[in-house]
């Protein structure tokens, strides 16, 4: 009987160990982004980390809510109007990740880029552009919270973490992530709590987005000129 139970403990698989999880707070305070759309764009952002062995949770924050009791370790996704020229940016920007490790990174969105590239215009609300703009956004935001994750890493040839990224690739069925980049951010997201600094006192709401050294830039496969090419 004791050999029959040590050969049933023998067979019992380990236990898998939990992916890295990271909270990205989504934040969009002058309503740029349709909110009907935020249950698709959090389901394309967590999926697309989830398939590639990661766990993120996608939350977009709330008017008055107090960003301090999110856990870390978190990255900030900041939704703006249009392209800011004091950002030091090309024509076109999709989006740019700003932070030093140690310090708290925020990712800035430059929607209306966004949609010239998936040509869009800035009415486009139907239920097939608004899939389409989730999707974008989901890879535009995923490849800059890896550069954020692993600053040092670079771009690679293909996929999620092209130098360019394009209509084709922004909407395509899947995307890749590489397997390099993916070990990198894994590593990272594990490390994160060692360099993610003090928690503040309770019941600050103080939240700073610091202007540091750009880290990455998405460029669209537009021109200025051509601001709604398909």
């Known amino acids: 009987m004791a050999a029959w139970i040590f050969l049933a403990f023998a067979f019992v698989p380990l ?36 398939e590639n062995g990661l766990s ?11 960003l301090w009791t999110i856990p870390e370790p978190r990255v900030n996704a900041i939704v703006l109007p249009g392209e800011d020229r004091r950002f030091g940016l090309p024509p076109n920007a999709m989006a740019a990740a700003f932070g030093e490790r140690g ?35 989901a890879r535009i935001v995923a490849h800059e919270v890896v550069h954020v994750l692993a600053p040092d890493g670079g771009h690679a040839e293909s996929g999620l973490m092209s ?40 019941g600050s709401s103080k939240f700073p987005i610091p202007a540091v050294p750009l880290r990455s830039i998405v460029r669209p496969e537009v021109r200025p000129t051509c601001p709604f090419a398909k």
């Open 15 to 50: 236990a898998k160990e939990p992916a890295p999880a990271l909270t990205l707070v989504w934040h969009d305070s002058t309503h740029q982004f349709p909110p009907a759309g935020l249950v698709r764009l959090a389901a394309e952002m967590e999926t697309l980390f989830r």
């Open 56 to 66: 993120l949770t996608f939350l977009a924050a709330g008017k008055h809510q107090d």
């Open 103 to 137: 310090e708290k990174y925020g990712i800035f969105v430059f929607l209306p880029s966004v949609r010239r590239t998936l040509g869009h215009r800035e009415s486009a609300t139907s239920p097939r552009h608004l899939a389409e703009l989730s999707r974008a956004l």
């Open 163 to 202: 130098e360019r990224l394009t209509r084709g690739e922004l909407l395509a069925e899947a995307i890749v992530l590489d397997g390099a980049s993916r070990e990198r951010a894994s590593a990272a997201i594990r490390a994160m709590k060692e360099w993610a600094g003090p928690t503040p006192p309770t």
